[in-house]
């Protein structure tokens, strides 16, 4: 099958781009991935099926792997739980086409991939505590079992992802699509459940206010989450593009613009009803605060200093997504005491008194109407086209790319 390996012997180097190109046109030129003709994925064992990839989402954990956007992340703890070569891509809606006698599947059904290499396809039984509340994404076997280190589908050497015409997927990893969505509504299964988990677990107040920061895939699923279940709450997106301004407006949020810094403090301070206050040096501080919750999709020094500036005294500041380490002043931390939250992609998720895996949630959400996210799959490539994929992703300002897909169909 066709396959971008990552890691793997026998790359081809690309033409070396001008060298005044930006960091990440330059990081695509030389990552190490590329396209190979590898041998298919088999059934790994009774409870587990082949797949075949329909639309691939791209992450931003895979667009910052393969731009080698990580800075000084060497001593980041997660290189303790992958392996080597990969095939990424996670967000995966395909077709069954081969399963084994209790996969729990039917060649020919469609599916979205539940992406966590947890107990159950690790062959672990009885699952850890955590399995066993649904805390996927927080499993004690990532290393252990029948598959090599890893802790979803792409970063484990022998449970290769949807950037490839065929993956391997075990009974727990398959969720059906029920026959009204489409593939473009499913590939954002994952996208979806990751901020679920993060604002189901660290809800808003009934009438309070929060804010999503950034409006990428998180953040626009964010948003749609916050408007379709906690209606009575008041929700501002900071968009930095275009395209996700429109996207926002059209989900209901309003709508702010992330730089300068200073104004963005004035605006979400007005619009909160908070007073500032101005420090010697530094951003000004909204005390007392109005803001209930920042669900904070970018992560950077930058919004997590804005974001607890402007909370309220016992705010909370979610952090969901994938996010390089970093310092910042981090004074109203102590003295409005906030919590600070770590938001880890998702698992059984409750929503409405109804537990089930996130991804299932979003799939009957979609179904029963209640989730429209037309807009935010801007983009599909075939699989040949993964340079200009990712390009268009560099250059999401000019090419409005808010969600990207291969598409093999
Ligand atoms: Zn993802
Ligand atoms: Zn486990």
New binding site residues.
């Given amino acids: 099958m066709k396959a971008l390996v990552f890691g793997g012997d026998g790359l081809l180097p690309a033409e070396p781009p001008p060298a005044d190109a930006p960091r990440l046109v330059r990081h695509l030129a030389t990552t190490p991935m590329g396209q190979q003709e590898v041998a298919d994925p088999a059934v790994l064992d009774d409870d587990w099926a082949v797949l075949r990839t329909r639309l691939c989402g791209i992450c931003g954990s895979d667009t910052k792997q393969v731009l080698m956007d990580f800075e000084d992340a060497a001593d980041s703890p997660m290189t303790a739980f992958i392996s080597f070569p990969q095939v990424l891509g996670h967000e995966v809606v395909a077709d069954v086409v081969e399963a084994g006698p209790v996969a729990g599947v039917e060649p020919g059904q469609r599916v979205v991939l539940n992406p966590w290499l ?2 159950g396809p690790r062959g ?1 039984d009885p ?2 505590p ?2 066993a509340a649904g805390d996927l994404a927080m ?3 990532f290393t252990e079992g029948r598959l090599s280190p890893g802790i979803h589908t792409g970063n484990s050497s022998d449970a290769t992802g949807g950037f490839a015409e065929l993956l391997p997927a075990h009974r727990q990893m398959m969720i059906p699509v029920p026959d009204g969505v489409t593939d473009e509504q499913a590939v954002l299964s994952d996208p979806f459940a990751v901020s679920l988990h993060a604002i189901t677990r660290t809800p808003p107040p009934e009438g309070g206010r929060v804010i999503v920061y950034g409006a990428g895939a998180l953040g626009s699923t964010a948003t749609a989450i916050l408007q379709a279940l906690y209606p009575s709450v008041q929700v501002a997106t900071v968009a930095r593009f275009p395209a996700q301004r429109v996207l926002a407006e059209h989900l209901g949020a309003t709508v702010f613009d992330p730089e300068p810094r200073e104004q963005l403090l004035d605006e979400l301070a007005a619009w909160s009803g908070a007073i500032l206050r101005t420090p010697w040096e530094g951003l000004p501080i909204a005390y007392p605060g109005h803001v209930d919750v920042v669900y904070d999709t970018v992560g950077s020094p930058q919004t997590v200093e804005l974001g607890m500036r402007i909370l309220a005294s016992r705010g909370s500041l979610v952090q969901l997504g994938v996010s390089s380490p970093a310092r910042f002043e981090w004074t109203p931390w102590y003295f409005k005491e906030l919590r600070l939250i770590g938001s880890n992609a998702f698992g059984v998720e409750e929503v409405e008194g109804v537990r089930k895996h996130g991804i299932a949630h979003h799939l009957d959400l979609v179904a029963a109407g209640r989730i429209d996210l037309t807009g935010l799959l801007t983009h599909r490539f075939p699989l040949e086209e993964w340079r200009p994929a990712f390009r268009t992703l560099i250059d999401q300002g000019e090419t409005g790319a808010i969600k990207v897909a291969f598409d093999l169909r």
């Fill in positions: 947890s107990c672990i699952p850890c955590a399995c499993c004690w076997s």
